[in-house]
């Protein structure tokens, strides 16, 4: 008795296609290239994030191919927070990922501050840094007065490879008679590999503090005593290995802080804008994450930093900062944007943030 072995024609030309394929990839690649172009093909991605899926979030890896196994690409449901979104997330295991500041921040005498006479899109940053992932980082403002001749200020922490580029912002004054001195916040990979969210003061002599609660600084009431090795309490001398500051400390040890008051510095906290994020998980992922705003392209009006907050809480963070924002808001994934930025295009920044 014979077995019916027939082959329908669908049957045929899925396995023509499939070896097909598999002769491209021998023929026109290296050994290497065939390694890394077989084992990134979408079919052969077992899916490392389930929980994010779970709640809505899209997978979008085979859009920004090739990546590695341990970042991820999602985008998010349409609505989140019941508002419209248009939100984008990676997702990296820092076991495996680097994670970096790029920018060429430094001091400037003529200027007397941190900062660069020149500044980057995303794509420019990418161009010289063929990172998997980019994203803007913290906040700057440029100045043309006839002391900096036209200089691009940091406002923002930045720390690469242990050296302190830039510190955040010390002080705060809204008629330069008054004057605050709030502690700002960074997200950072400390020295022994960890990450983190703190708050950080730069004093006058040259010592750059962290702690573990901001000072409770309000507009409201007298300004505080200035930062210093006893005050907030539990100060230490910060210690990082790569860092990046912003505005608003959304996340720590698993709470919401959204701490926007008390660093006093304005990103429009309270109304919906174009976000940026950056986050560390408890099983040592960092997610970033990015948002349209301002109703460009659809992409709904963005969300309140209090909103974000509960955003990355929901992905897992543990701990998470609120980045620069607005029309800044970019975040590049093989080179290819995410998100539409608000500006209807790239916006120059100071400081950026890679993974790889």
Do not use: H
């Amino acid at each position: 008795m014979f077995l019916n072995n027939k082959l329908k024609f669908t049957d045929v030309f899925f396995s023509v296609a499939v070896i097909s394929l598999f002769s491209f990839i021998t023929l026109s690649c290296s050994k290497g290239e065939k390694d890394s172009a077989w084992k990134n093909w979408p079919w052969t991605r077992e899916e490392t994030n389930p929980s994010i899926v779970t709640l809505g979030w899209t997978n979008m890896d085979t859009a920004y191919m090739p990546l590695p196994k341990y970042i991820s690409v999602y985008k998010s449901p349409e609505t989140l927070q019941n508002r419209t979104a248009t939100a984008f997330i990676t997702v990296a295991d820092m076991s495996k990922a680097t994670f970096n500041i790029l920018g060429d921040v430094s001091w400037n005498d003529k200027a007397q501050g941190f900062g660069a006479p020149t500044v980057k899109t995303p794509s420019q940053f990418y161009a010289g840094n063929k990172s998997y992932v980019i994203v803007n980082g913290g906040l700057f403002f440029w100045d043309n007065s006839a002391v900096s001749s036209g200089f691009y200020y940091s406002q923002s922490l930045a720390v690469r490879n242990g050296k302190l580029l830039a510190p955040n912002q010390n002080y705060y004054s809204e008629d330069w008679v008054n004057f605050w001195y709030p502690t700002v916040g960074a997200f950072c990979q400390m020295s022994d590999g960890s990450f983190k969210t703190t708050w950080t003061y730069y004093t006058e002599a040259g010592v750059n503090y962290s702690y573990p609660s901001p000072a409770a600084n309000d507009l409201g009431k007298e300004p505080l005593e200035v930062p210093s090795a006893s005050f907030p309490a539990g100060a230490e001398e910060f210690d990082a290995r790569q860092a990046i500051g912003g505005v608003t400390v959304l996340l720590k040890n698993g709470e919401i802080v959204n701490s926007y008051k008390e660093e006093m510095l304005d990103v429009s906290a309270d109304s919906p804008q174009p976000r940026s994020a950056i986050g560390i998980t408890s099983d040592n992922k960092m997610v970033i994450f990015v948002c349209q705003g301002r109703e460009v392209a659809g992409g709904g009006s963005g969300f309140t930093t209090a909103e974000e907050a509960a955003i990355m809480k929901s992905l897992g963070c543990t701990d998470a900062l609120n980045l620069d924002g607005g029309g800044s808001s970019c975040m590049l994934v093989n080179g290819k944007e995410t998100i539409t930025p608000s500006d209807g295009k790239e916006r120059a920044v100071l400081t950026a943030v890679s993974i790889n």
